[in-house]
C-alpha cells in the first residue's frame, strides 16, 4: 500500500468514525484551523501542552490576535476551561483511522480527554497501513517506561442507552485530523 | 447482589418471567440481527479462520506459563514504579485494594468497566469499608444507580430501556429527564461524572492485556472514562486477571484486531490505553501515579493446568457468546449467567463462583453451536458446557431419573429398539394419523406447543431389504447413519432419498447394528454413554468398508464428524476409526451436488410445492458448516428459495432441551415460524429430521394457513415417484 492509498483509506475509515480530516502543509495551517474551530464553536481556550517553543510563540500570537487564551502548562487547574486541545500526533494507523499519541506527560492527557474538540495534526510520512505494522515503534516506546501510549480513534462514544450511538460522553465530542504533508513541506 | 438460583425449577420459573418482558425481548432481537451485520463488516477482507487460530494458538502457548509471565510482567512493572500484587482469591482481592485505599488515605474512587471487579463483588466490598465508590462506565453507572449486575459483558445496561434510565436520572438529579433525548441524558452523565473524575482520590481499572515484556497493560475503552480514571486521581489500581498475561505486544496487538470487531463491529474502539509504569501525576507522591496492580488468580491457574477446560482462559472477553446466543436474546443476561454472562458466563460461573450458582443454568444450553462459530478464539463453548454440566452431576451423585434411564436404554441397543417397537403397539388407541392425540406420561402441559409424532409402524430397518436398491455398477459405496428419527419415526425421508440414488449406480446399505448416535446422552452430560455407543456404532459400521456415511440426520452427522473423534481421543484402534468415520461422514445435500453432482431438471419438487422458506439446521450450517449444498440443491430442483429472518437460527428443538425447557423450545419455534410464514412459501424445508418433528409439530398447532414441513429429501424426491404409505 502506498502512501496515497494509506491516505485514502485513513480518510475512508475516519468517516466512518465522525473523524473530521483536513489537508495542511504548514503547522500555521493548523493552528488558524485550531482558532477557528475553537471560535465558530464559542470557545475561548486552546490548551496545547506539547509544542515546541517556536511554535508555542507562533499560536500564542495567533490567539492574542483571535482573542483566545492559550493554555500550555499546570492544565489540571484549568481543566474544567479547555475548550479545544491541539496536539502532534505520533502515528497513523489507516485501516482503523486511529491517532497514536505519545501521552505520558500529564498535561498532554488532560488536553485529549477534558477539551471538548480535539485538533490533531499528522504528518503523512507517519501514517502506517495497519496496526501490526507499527508494532516494533510501540514497543520501543513501550521499553522506554514510564510511558503512556494513547490510542484515539474518533470521538468519546457509547450506545449504552438502548444501543443507540452517542457521542460524547466523557472524552472529546469532536476529533479532527489534519494530515499535514511533511515531505513537501 | 447477584442471585442465580440453584434450583432447576426456581430457575424455569425466572425464564418464564423473563419470557413476559416484551421490551427485553424485542431491544435483544434487534440487537442480535444488527450485530451479526456489523460483525461481518467489520471482518470484511479479512481471513478470520486463520486469525481465530493464530490467536488460540498463542493464547494457548502462554496459558501453561502464566506464572512464568507473571514474574517477567512483576519485575518489568516494578523496575518502574509499580507495586505489584497477587490475590489468590476474590476476598483476597478485595481486601488488597481497601488496604491500598486506605493507606493512602483514599475517601473517593472512580471506577472504570471491569468485569474482574464485577467477579470479585468489589463495590460492595469497597462499599463496606466506608469508600465512595463510582462507576463511571455509563452502562455501569447506570447498573450501580440501580443495585444491578451487568445484564452483559460490554452493554451492561442494554436490558434496560430509555424510559428507565429517564427515570432513574430525573431521580439522580432532580430534574425530569425526557426518554426520547438520549443525547441529553448521555450528557447529564458526562456533566455529573466530571466533578467525581476531578475529585477522586483513586481509580480503580480492570486491563484487557498485561503484556509482560513490558509491564505494560493495555486497556480497550469507547467512552474516554477509562482514560480519566488512569489519569486524574492520585492513585490507580488496576484489577487483572491471570489470564490476561501475554508474552508480548505482538500477542495483545493481535487479540486487539479481533477484540472490538467480534465485541461491538468497530474496526477499533475509540480509545487503546498502554501504560507501562507509574507515570507523571502532578497530585501524586513526587508527581508520579501511585500505581498498583493487583493480580487475581481466583482459580485462573488452577484452571491453566486442566487439560479440557483451560482453553476457557482463552476467553478475552468480547460478549459476542452472548450476542448470538438464541436463548440470550429471549431472556437477557440476568438470567443467562451469574456474573459472567452467555455461553462463557455458563461455565466461568462453575470455576469463579461455584456450583451452587452453576448448576441450574448450565442445564441451559441448546448446543446450537452459535456461540462456537463466533468465539474469536475458538473455545468450544457448547462442549464446554456439556462438561461442566457432567461435573456438576458427577460431583452431586444423584442423577436425575432421566439421566439414569437414557443411559441404561441407550447402552442396551436391542432394549432400546424392544422399547421403541413397543410404543409403536402402545400409541395405538392414543394416534391420530401421524401424531400422538395425547402427550406420553413424561410430559407435562407446558410441552404442548407442538404435537408429537407416532413412531412408525414398520421401522426403516424392517422395511431396507425390500426397499434397498442394487445396482449393478457400484461408482460409490455408501452406509446410511439413519439415526433414531429417521429409523422409527421418519422412514419416509430414508424411502425419498433411496428413490434419488436408483439411477446413480450407489450401493446403500444399512448396517443393522447401528443405534442411537450418542448425542442425547453427550446432551444430559452422560459422556460414558455416549463413549460405549460410539464404540457400538463404530463396530457396526466398519467406516473402511465405505466410501461415505450419509445421514438424512444433521445432529446425527455432527455428532459423528465431530464428538466421536473427541469422545474415543486416546483410546487405541478407536481412536483412528472415530477418526476415518468423521471423514467420512457426510449430509444429503452435499451428497447430492457435490458427489453425485445431479444436474439441474433432474430432480423437481413436486407440484405442490414451488415456494420453499429454508431452516438451517444447527448441526449442518455450523456443526458440519455445510451452507451451500441445500440452498443450491433447492435452485436446481427449480424451486422458489426466499431467505427468511434467522434462517441460521435453532428452531428450539435440542433434544432434550425441549423438555427441560419447554416454554423456550415453544418461543424460538414461534419465532422460527413466523418468520418462515412471512417470506409467503408454501412449504417450509430443513434437512434434520429432529427439526422436522419440532416445526412440524409446532405448525400443527398453530392458527391459520400452515406450511408445509418436509425434510430436503423428500421435497426434492417427490416428483419422481409416489410416496408409498407408512
Same mark, same amino acid.
Given at each position: 500500500m502506498d502512501e496515497q492509498d494509506r491516505i485514502k483509506l485513513l480518510k475512508e475509515k475516519a468517516e466512518a468514525v465522525q473523524t473530521l480530516v483536513a489537508d495542511i502543509t504548514t503547522l500555521r495551517q493548523a493552528f488558524d484551523y485550531a482558532i477557528e474551530v475553537t471560535k465558530r464553536q464559542g470557545g475561548t481556550t486552546i490548551a496545547a501542552p506539547s509544542l515546541g517553543m517556536e511554535e508555542r510563540t507562533l499560536l500564542g500570537e495567533l490567539c492574542r490576535k483571535a482573542e483566545i487564551t492559550l493554555l500550555t502548562e499546570d492544565l489540571r487547574g484549568q481543566a474544567g476551561s479547555i475548550h479545544a486541545g491541539l496536539t502532534l500526533g505520533d502515528w497513523g494507523i489507516a485501516e482503523t483511522a486511529t491517532l497514536v499519541l505519545e501521552s505520558t506527560s500529564e498535561d498532554q492527557r488532560i488536553a485529549t480527554m477534558l477539551s471538548e474538540t480535539h485538533v490533531a495534526v499528522l504528518p503523512?510520512?507517519? +501514517?502506517?497501513?495497519?496496526?501490526?505494522?507499527l508494532e516494533s515503534e510501540l514497543s520501543a516506546s513501550m521499553h522506554a517506561a514510564p510511558r503512556y501510549l494513547a490510542f484515539i480513534s474518533g470521538a468519546s462514544r457509547t450506545a449504552? +442507552?438502548?444501543r443507540v450511538l452517542t457521542i460524547g460522553v466523557h472524552g472529546p465530542q469532536e476529533l479532527h485530523l489534519l494530515i499535514l504533508d511533511d515531505e513537501a513541506a | 447482589m447477584i442471585t442465580t438460583p440453584s434450583d432447576p425449577k426456581t430457575y424455569r420459573q425466572d425464564l418464564k418471567r423473563a419470557l413476559q418482558n416484551q421490551f427485553l425481548g424485542a431491544t435483544l432481537d434487534t440487537f442480535s440481527t444488527a450485530y451479526k451485520a456489523s460483525r461481518a463488516k467489520a471482518f470484511e477482507g479479512m481471513d478470520l479462520d486463520a486469525l481465530i487460530a493464530e490467536i488460540a494458538e498463542g493464547k494457548d502457548g502462554s496459558i501453561p506459563h502464566l506464572e512464568e509471565l507473571f514474574a517477567v510482567f512483576k519485575a518489568r512493572a516494578e523496575g518502574s514504579g509499580v507495586k505489584v500484587h497477587v490475590a489468590q482469591t476474590a476476598g483476597e482481592a478485595n481486601g488488597i485494594i481497601a488496604e491500598i485505599a486506605r493507606a493512602n488515605g483514599v475517601k473517593t474512587i472512580v471506577k472504570g468497566k471491569s468485569m474482574t471487579a464485577e467477579e470479585t463483588f468489589l463495590n460492595d466490598h469497597l462499599e463496606k469499608e466506608g469508600f465512595v465508590v463510582t462507576e463511571t462506565d455509563l452502562g455501569e453507572w447506570i447498573i450501580q444507580l440501580r443495585h444491578e449486575g451487568p445484564?452483559?459483558?460490554?452493554?451492561?445496561?442494554?436490558?434496560?430501556?430509555r424510559g428507565q434510565v429517564a427515570e432513574l436520572f430525573t431521580k439522580v438529579t432532580g430534574q425530569h429527564q425526557d426518554p426520547e433525548d438520549i443525547n441529553g441524558m448521555v450528557k447529564v452523565a458526562r456533566k455529573q461524572l466530571r466533578q467525581t473524575f476531578l475529585e477522586a482520590d483513586m481509580g480503580i481499572t480492570g486491563a484487557n492485556f498485561a503484556i509482560a515484556e513490558t509491564g505494560t497493560i493495555g486497556i480497550v475503552t469507547n467512552e474516554g472514562n477509562g482514560r480519566l480514571v488512569t489519569t486524574l486521581p492520585r492513585v490507580h489500581v488496576a484489577l487483572v486477571g491471570f489470564?490476561?498475561?501475554?508474552?508480548d505486544l505482538k500477542s495483545a496487538l493481535r487479540i486487539l484486531r479481533v477484540l472490538p470487531r467480534n465485541a461491538?463491529?468497530?474496526?477499533?474502539?475509540?480509545y487503546v490505553t498502554w501504560i507501562t509504569g507509574a507515570t507523571p501525576c502532578t497530585t501524586g507522591p513526587n508527581g508520579r501515579k501511585e500505581m498498583h496492580i493487583v493480580f487475581l488468580d481466583n482459580g485462573r491457574l488452577a484452571l491453566a493446568r486442566d487439560?479440557?477446560?483451560?482453553?476457557?482462559?482463552?476467553?478475552?472477553?468480547?460478549?459476542a457468546c452472548a450476542n448470538v446466543c438464541p436463548i440470550y436474546k429471549l431472556v437477557g443476561g440476568h438470567n443467562y449467567g451469574h456474573v459472567y454472562i452467555g455461553a462463557i458466563g455458563l461455565i466461568l460461573t462453575y470455576f469463579y463462583h461455584g456450583r451452587e450458582n452453576a448448576r441450574a443454568i448450565v442445564?441451559?444450553?441448546?448446543?446450537?453451536?452459535a456461540c462456537k462459530a463466533v468465539c474469536p478464539t475458538g473455545i468450544d463453548l457448547p462442549h464446554l458446557i456439556k462438561e461442566v454440566y457432567r461435573s456438576v452431576l458427577q460431583v452431586e451423585g444423584d442423577k436425575p431419573l432421566k439421566n439414569r434411564l437414557l443411559s441404561r436404554v441407550l447402552r442396551d441397543r436391542k432394549l432400546f429398539h424392544f422399547l421403541l417397537r413397543r410404543a409403536s403397539l402402545a400409541q395405538k388407541p392414543v394416534s391420530d394419523g401421524p401424531y400422538l392425540r395425547h402427550l406420553p406420561f413424561?410430559?407435562?402441559?407446558?410441552?404442548?406447543f407442538r404435537r408429537l409424532p407416532t413412531v412408525a409402524a414398520t421401522p426403516l430397518r424392517d422395511r431396507w431389504n425390500r426397499i434397498a436398491p442394487r445396482p449393478e455398477k457400484v461408482r460409490h459405496r455408501v452406509a446410511l447413519f439413519a439415526g433414531c428419527l429417521v429409523d422409527f419415526v421418519y422412514p419416509e425421508q430414508a424411502e425419498a432419498l433411496l428413490r434419488l440414488l436408483k439411477e446413480h449406480a450407489v450401493q446403500i446399505d444399512?448396517?443393522?447394528?447401528?443405534?442411537?448416535?450418542?448425542l442425547p446422552a453427550q446432551m444430559m452430560g452422560e459422556k460414558e454413554t455416549a463413549q460405549e455407543v460410539a464404540i457400538q456404532n463404530l463396530k457396526a459400521m466398519?467406516?473402511?468398508?465405505?466410501?461415505y456415511v450419509l445421514t438424512l440426520c444433521a445432529s446425527c452427522g455432527s455428532h459423528l464428524k465431530e464428538n466421536y473423534p473427541k469422545l474415543l481421543a486416546g483410546t487405541p484402534g478407536l481412536q483412528v476409526q472415530a477418526q476415518q468415520m468423521a471423514s467420512k461422514v457426510i449430509d444429503f445435500s452435499s451428497f447430492m451436488i457435490?458427489?453425485?453432482?445431479i444436474p439441474s431438471g433432474e430432480v423437481a419438487g413436486d407440484a405442490l410445492t414451488r415456494k420453499v422458506a429454508y431452516h438451517a439446521p444447527c448441526h449442518l450450517c455450523?456443526?458440519?458448516?455445510?451452507?451451500?449444498a441445500p440452498r443450491e440443491l433447492l435452485e436446481r430442483a427449480g424451486l422458489e428459495y426466499l431467505p427468511s429472518k434467522?434462517?441460521?437460527?435453532?428452531?428450539?428443538?435440542?433434544g432434550s432441551f425441549s423438555i427441560d425447557f419447554p416454554e423456550l423450545s415453544a418461543e424460538l419455534l414461534s419465532r422460527k415460524l413466523a418468520n418462515a410464514e412471512a417470506t409467503g412459501a408454501d412449504t417450509l424445508v430443513t434437512d434434520c429430521p429432529g427439526c422436522v418433528l419440532q416445526l412440524r409439530g409446532g405448525m400443527e398447532k398453530r392458527l391459520g394457513k400452515r406450511l408445509k414441513v418436509r425434510h430436503i429429501a423428500e421435497v426434492i424426491a417427490a416428483s419422481r415417484a409416489p410416496s408409498p404409505k407408512k
Open positions: 503523512k510520512s507517519r +501514517i502506517k497501513s495497519d496496526l501490526m505494522e449504552d +442507552i438502548e | 445484564s452483559h459483558m460490554v452493554m451492561p445496561a442494554i436490558h434496560l430501556s489470564d490476561k498475561l501475554l508474552p461491538t463491529g468497530q474496526l477499533i474502539s475509540t487439560p479440557l477446560f483451560s482453553q476457557a482462559l482463552r476467553c478475552i472477553r468480547c460478549g442445564r441451559n444450553c441448546l448446543n446450537c453451536q413424561l410430559f407435562a402441559q407446558e410441552h404442548n444399512f448396517p443393522p447394528d447401528q443405534s442411537c448416535c450418542g466398519d467406516p473402511a468398508r465405505y466410501d457435490d458427489v453425485l453432482q455450523r456443526g458440519l458448516k455445510v451452507t451451500r434467522d434462517e441460521d437460527v435453532c428452531c428450539g428443538f435440542g
